[in-house]
């Protein structure tokens, strides 16, 4: 792997210029093939394990679901969806689910604590804890629904993309622990050439829709799918179609400075405190009719 | 496995049934991901639920717990009645053209010589016709009507795809379109692997569901390929390693057999076992059974062990029966038997009808448990509110816990399924006073020695006199254990084509078991192992991964065991002449003066294609069995049998013996079945990735990411009971209930079977009352207690229960 510099690229509520002596680094890419995945949670165990939080022994509600959701204590799960087309065969589609690592990302465009998420020159959006306030305002912005808040400590946590290991040249936790090669890592052209292969393979299978997910409105991601069904995110758990960021969130964005400018900011805070408080209703109501295939 | 692990990625076609790779064995189940992603393999999953492995297969298709018999019977009619098989290879490496005794025969569910008092048969008209030479005969046209061609087929005709659809409730169309894409693998260079684990082994009928799958692949001519096989995977990570050494009542290291109480004949007892050729020319390997036992003899007993007494042969046990452990827990439960050593397994959680196994261990007096966790089994008579409810006031049992390591706190072989012996190293201390079982066993022998050496008693022989010249007695070396199985020799050992050269000193490692001697000369623990640990050194610990082949063969990394070979019955990989069947799959050939390749040749180096030996070595006849005359207990030909308990009452082959007639059942436990009018839904028991066995429910990790006790039912069974998702619900056989979530899915169908609509119920086995995830019943209380008719393996996989909102 090329150096994995963790110089910051970006840092949220900051407008002085970031380090870039060394130039461009090589992004990096996690790819996850949801046709090689058989939602074994080795990924989950993994992430458990290096980063060193356990979550609660919970209970079984009724799916394979464990735990049932992403929280401060659980950065990746996985996600099973029994899909069953009118006429269709049955599928058991499972996504691993987690911080999809925007290109360009609404959390950190979101952030109004300085320093409090960051992104490297790799393409890893990393939050750090110790400058964050808790505001929530990271989830809102995030078009995947993925930071949490810790309910130890009241800040947001999420996938680091194991930042601490790709900086010395390993891989994350979770690619070194799936079993059967469902998650790659490396740099994100690579990922991109494997992927086509991984496409050719499925659409030789009668996956004539596979495609790469890549979504271009977070000017793509650094955590990317195979998906089979690549016309139809949605039916995997809810993988939004076309994520975007919520156009209050960048006019907030373009006002945030590490002390507010107030005056300008007035009109643009308040659009983004609806959107906050009242969440993006249309993405919504999309989302709630796309799920109609119960998780398992 | 007949073939190994990474082999998987060399198949055409993968069939995973009775078993659920993806769910038990996710790191093996890589191997089928690479012969997708490469070599562009398909995969076809048959099981009740649409599970794991199936969310990865290119076909799914449903089957009724328990009729995988009824289903690869049907395969067998269609490869025959569709001519879909590889001709050459059935003539020449199977028993296809051999002539079977006339008075053989089968009729109405029951084969020649059915006893019904004793539930047993006379097998003696099971056998071929041997000519006045005294080689069985053989009509190699297959025309014969007595040939096993002719009565298989004639078996086998009955499996129509409509009789397989009516029994196992899989759809026709589904049944059929497996049948022609398994079809394709007939030809030379397309292979089929079959992939399979307790699914196949946990029925009454275990091990004919094996052999029909072994069947199909000799029909396909897919035993000995690269690629091919049928590869059983094994659970715990050395139960491989359990079996080859003999850890079964009636068996001793390397799949010899203990004597019977009549054997007290010593060469008689070897005679039986060291087989005659059946036909002309062929090896016979098991021929050299003496040199394999007078050699463990001389391990276990050294100068003890001499020509004039037989190498000891009075200090085996004679068996009046076989003391499997539905055997020894139902002695235990009558009160025949009084104390119990338990080393490394929790019997309360893992054996059938738990009420039974309770009731039974109440009975002791002692109970040695050894094991590195508080098992349930240790705490059996604790009250654990429902998941327990028992009164310790009335449970006399005195319970020793000797806390011992775990396999990553000692070094150590453990053997795969793919019968690599790996060797590990220690990975952190043991805690408190656990102590490795060697040095546990160790303390209990030497204080056994003490008291015999002292007091005497009836025979005190076999004791006083074991081998045990540890360099420290209290605690032997895993080092030192590994070199005993692998063998040494005694005396010096000169090279057969040459006697004045010496191949071995006094005292040095053995090579392999070539070199083993029934003369007293050579001592090896376990024959097949031997090769382990030679002068080279520790071959367990190499880890070169070079693979010239391509194929996988890495015959630089670990041992496996036979004498390094990868692929058994690997000389089938090639055709009569010697030339490999598909060129690609060239894992050994004949040079024209030797078998040379990238594996180890099975078979004798120098023995030319003219000579006419057969690849199967160890069988007396040189080839394959498809009759496997009376070496199964119920049946030469596998035959569909219900489970003991089934949903439909009824066998549609044969409804006057519905459940196998050969199998053993206790009078208790024949009363104890239930029937499909009180408890209608079929129920199986399977493991889920997140947990191993009884284990991780004490794993803090593992415990979060499935941390209670749940059963899976379809929609519609939920409709009809009015359960959702996430509801409390009580599943009930005859034998007691457990309560649980209801996970309910479409993964699961009902299927039409015999006219009738039949439910799946699934139970997972994790949970239990020790450890830190939530605490569930015992999965095995509700399961019958009668086991497989040739080695008793419990009916886990199909049985009857009832279920309600509780
Ligand atoms: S997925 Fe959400 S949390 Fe992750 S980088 Fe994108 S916006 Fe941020
Ligand atoms: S990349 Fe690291 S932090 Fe993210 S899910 Fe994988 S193991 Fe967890
Ligand atoms: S480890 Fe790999 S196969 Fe297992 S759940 Fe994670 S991504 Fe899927």
């Known amino acids: 792997m090329a150096s994995q510099s963790l110089d910051i690229a970006r840092r949220s509520a900051t407008t002085t210029q970031p380090p870039n002596v060394r130039g461009d680094v090589p992004k990096v890419a996690k790819l996850i093939d949801i046709s090689k995945c058989i939602g074994c949670k080795a990924c989950q165990a993994a992430c458990m394990e290096w980063n060193d939080y356990r979550d609660k022994v919970g209970t079984c509600n009724g799916t394979y679901n464990n735990p049932p959701d992403l929280d401060a204590d659980q950065w990746t799960v996985m996600r099973f969806t029994e899909y069953e087309p009118e006429g269709g065969k049955l599928e058991w589609l499972i996504r691993k689910d987690g911080c999809m690592h925007c290109a360009d990302p609404g959390c950190l465009k979101a952030c109004p604590a300085p320093g409090a998420i960051v992104q490297y020159g790799n393409g890893i959006v990393d939050f750090h804890e110790e400058h964050c306030i808790g505001c929530g305002y990271c989830i809102t912005g995030c078009p995947f629904d993925i930071p949490r808040l810790s309910k130890k400590d009241g800040k947001a946590y999420k996938c680091t993309l194991c930042s601490d290991r790709v900086a010395v040249g390993l891989e994350p936790a979770c690619i070194k622990s799936c079993p059967t090669g469902a998650l790659v890592f490396g740099t994100k052209d690579d990922m991109i050439h494997h992927a086509e292969g991984r496409i050719a393979d499925l659409n030789s299978r009668g996956f004539a829709q596979a495609a790469l997910y890549d979504p271009k409105g977070v000017g793509g991601t650094h955590v990317m799918y195979v998906l089979p069904h690549g016309d139809k995110p949605e039916i995997y758990d809810r993988l939004p179609k076309d994520p975007g960021i919520s156009p209050w969130v960048s006019v907030w964005k373009g006002v945030t400075k590490p002390i507010l400018g107030l005056g300008l900011g007035v009109i643009a805070l308040g659009g983004f405190i609806h959107y906050v408080t009242k969440g993006p209703n249309e993405a919504d109501d999309e989302d709630a009719k796309e799920d109609k295939h119960e998780r398992r | 496995m007949t073939n190994h692990w990474v082999d998987i990625k060399n198949a055409n076609l993968v069939l995973i049934m ?216 094994r659970g715990h990570s050395n139960i491989q390693g359990l079996t080859d050494l003999g850890l079964m009542s009636n068996l ?79 002695l235990m439960h009558q009160g025949k038997m009084n104390g119990y ?54 449970i006399q049992t005195e319970v020793f816990r000797l806390p011992s390591t775990c396999f990553a706190e000692e070094n150590g072989s453990l053997v795969n399924s793919s019968r690599w012996l790996q060797w590990h190293y220690q990975g952190a201390d043991p805690p408190g006073e656990a102590k490795a079982d060697p040095e546990i ?147 050994i050939h004949w040079n024209g003066s030797k078998w040379v390749g990238f594996d180890v040749p099975d078979f004798k180096p120098d023995s030319a294609p003219a000579q006419d030996m057969g690849p199967f070595i160890m069988q007396p006849e040189g080839v394959a ?59 199986t028991t399977y493991r889920l990735t997140e947990h191993f066995h009884f284990w991780t429910k004490h794993a803090k990790i593992n415990a979060i990411l499935q941390p209670e006790q749940f059963v899976e039912i379809g929609e519609e069974l939920a409709k009809e009971k009015g359960l959702k998702a996430g509801d409390q619900v009580m599943v009930r056989s005859n034998r007691g209930f457990l309560k649980a979530v209801a996970v309910v899915t479409k993964r699961i169908k009902p299927l039409t079977v015999n006219g009738k609509t039949v439910h799946t119920v699934g139970v997972p086995i994790h949970w239990g009352f020790k450890g830190v995830a939530k605490n569930g019943y015992i999965t095995n209380t509700l399961t019958p207690y009668v086991g497989d008719a040739n080695v008793q393996t419990p009916e886990f996989k199909s049985f009857l229960v009832d279920i309600e909102k509780a």
């Not at chain 2, 018999?69 to 290879?89: M, P, R, T, W």
């Not at chain 2, 893992?350 to 009420?355: C, D, Q, R, Y």
């Not at chain 2, 996988?552 to 000389?571: C, D, K, S, V």
Request: glycine content about 8%; some cysteine; hydrophobic content about 40%.
């Open chain 2, 341 to 394: 050593f338990c080393q490394g397994f929790n019997p309360l959680a893992s054996f059938p009808n738990k009420a039974k196994i309770g009731g039974a261990l109440a009975k002791l007096k002692y109970l040695v448990v050894i094991d590195p966790l508080a098992t349930e089994t240790s705490e059996f008579w604790q009250n654990f509110g429902p998941y327990n409810d028992v009164d310790p006031t009335k």
């Open chain 2, 441 to 587: 066993v160790a303390g209990i022998f030497l204080k056994l020695r003490e008291l015999y050496r002292k007091e005497g008693g009836a025979f005190p022989d076999p004791i006083v006199n074991l081998t045990w010249n540890y360099a420290i007695p209290a605690a032997p070396h895993p080092e030192e254990l590994a070199r005993e199985y692998n063998g040494r020799a005694l005396a010096d050992l000169t090279d057969p084509a040459d006697p004045t050269k010496v191949v071995l000193k006094a005292g040095q490692q053995l090579d392999s078991f070539a070199q083993l001697k029934d003369d007293g000369s050579t001592a090896c623990g376990c024959w097949i192992f031997s090769g382990a640990w030679t002068e080279k050194g520790n071959i367990m610990a190499r880890r070169d991964t070079a693979d010239p082949s391509g194929l996988g063969e890495t015959l630089g990394w670990a041992f496996a065991w036979p004498a390094n070979r990868r692929i058994l019955y690997n000389r089938a990989s090639c055709d009569p002449a010697g030339k490999p069947w598909d060129p690609r799959r060239d894992i």
């Open chain 2, 18 to 233: 009775g078993g659920n790779a993806a769910e038990a064995h996710p790191c093996g189940f890589k191997w089928v991901t690479e012969a997708k992603a490469h070599k562009g393999a398909q995969l076809i999953v048959i099981d009740p639920r649409f599970n794991r492995s199936a969310a990865m297969a290119d076909y799914y298709a449903p089957i009724r717990t328990g009729t995988d018999i009824a289903f690869l019977g049907g395969v067998i009619h269609y490869l025959l009645s569709h001519d879909k098989i590889n001709h050459e290879y059935v003539k020449a490496y199977t028993n296809a053209g051999y002539l079977v005794n006339s008075a053989y025969g089968f009729e109405d569910g029951l084969f020649t010589g059915y006893e019904p008092a004793k539930r047993a048969y006379d097998k003696s008209t099971w056998s071929y016709v041997k000519g006045p030479d005294g080689y069985v005969e053989v009509d190699a046209t297959m025309t014969d009507p007595r040939c096993v061609m002719n009565l298989m087929k004639a078996h086998y005709a009955r499996y129509t795809p409509e009789v397989v659809s009516n029994i196992c409730g899989t759809p026709q169309d589904q049944f059929l379109h497996v049948c022609e894409m398994i079809a394709e693998t007939s030809a030379p260079t397309k292979t089929l692997t079959i992939m399979y684990a307790l699914g196949w082994t946990q029925h009454t009928v275990g091990t004919q569901m094996i052999r029909t799958a072994a069947m199909v692949q000799l029909l396909l001519g897919n035993i000995g390929m690269a690629g091919g096989g049928v590869n059983a995977l």
């Open chain 2, 625 to 683: 069995r498809f009759f496997t005359l009376d070496k199964v207990i119920d049946g030469p030909f596998p035959e569909h049998y219900e489970p003991f308990e089934t949903p439909i009452s009824t066998n549609p082959l044969h409804p006057k013996v519905v459940s196998n007639p050969a199998a053993r059942v206790f009078k208790d436990d024949l009363e104890a079945f239930g029937t499909a009018k009180d408890f209608p839904y079929a129920a």
């Open chain 2, 252 to 330: 001793l290291p390397g799949y010899m057999t203990l004597p019977m109480e009549q054997e007290t004949d010593f060469q008689k007892y070897l005679e039986v076992r060291a087989l005659k050729p059946l036909r002309p020319g062929q090896l016979s390997y098991w021929q050299n059974y003496p040199k394999f036992h007078v050699s463990l003899m001389k391990a276990w007993y050294g100068d003890a062990a001499t020509k004039d007494n037989d190498y000891a042969f009075d200090y085996l046990p004679k068996l009046d029966k076989i003391y499997d452990i539905l055997q020894v827990f139902e």
